[in-house]
């Protein structure tokens, strides 16, 4: 599944989609946060809370409108 259908189907409440959210940009958003942050413990608290804020904000994602850019935008790691 794409990161648009992902990130639609995370706004309509599926945790399925947000595991497979997690597994596909976990890494890349791990390593933007360990670049920002003073210690590995920082970035993952970061990253935690990254995924948070995704959850919540997902219903506004508007399908179509680049989602690995929403994202990362949307995590402020």
Do not use: T
């Amino acid at each position: 599944m794409s990161l648009d259908v992902l990130l639609v189907e995370v706004g309509r409440g599926s945790l399925r989609a947000m595991g497979q959210l997690f597994d596909e940009v976990c890494g890349l958003l791990l390593v933007l946060a360990v670049v920002r942050c003073a210690s590995v413990a920082d970035a993952e608290s970061s990253l935690a809370q990254a995924f948070v804020r995704i959850w919540r904000e997902a219903p506004q994602y508007e399908e179509g409108s680049g989602a690995l850019a929403w994202i990362v935008h949307h995590s402020r790691v």
